[in-house]
């Protein structure tokens, strides 16, 4: 079993930026693909950013790119989403989530294990 704990959301006004943090324990590898998705109230859940075990490929939501960036420090099981310019459409739960097919996948069906999120609201 991986456990997966999300911390670093909060309130910001729209152009400034977050940090959020994944931690994992457990049976975790790093040769796991790690993702984060988000879902705002009344949407369904949707990918932002992925990245594979080696942390030597990404992948990014058209709506985040260049904005957003993905990093992860296997030394200490960590995964990281660096949020700038932040945008009220941004405000939403965001998940980390663990993937034992590796890559950087985008379907949520290909995540095996989840946290239980953090709430990132971004005010106009």
């Known amino acids: 079993q991986v456990h997966l704990v999300e911390s670093g959301g909060g309130l910001v006004q729209a152009g400034g930026s977050l940090r959020l943090s994944c931690a994992a324990s457990?049976?975790?590898?790093?040769?796991?693909?790690m993702g984060w998705f988000r879902q705002a109230p009344g949407k369904e859940r949707e990918f932002v950013a992925a990245?594979?075990?080696?942390?030597?490929?990404?992948r990014y939501a058209d709506s985040v790119k260049a904005r957003f960036t993905i990093s992860r420090d296997n030394a200490k099981n960590t995964v990281y989403l660096q949020m700038d310019s932040l945008k009220p459409e941004d405000t939403a739960v965001y998940y980390c989530?663990?993937?034992?097919?590796?890559?950087?996948?985008?379907?949520?069906?290909?995540?095996?294990?989840w946290g239980q999120g953090t709430q990132v609201t971004v005010s106009s």
């Open positions: 457990g049976r975790t590898k790093s040769s796991y693909g």
């Open positions: 990245i594979t075990g080696s942390g030597g490929s990404t």
């Open positions: 989530a663990a993937s034992s097919y590796g890559g950087t996948r985008v379907s949520k069906s290909e995540y095996n294990y």
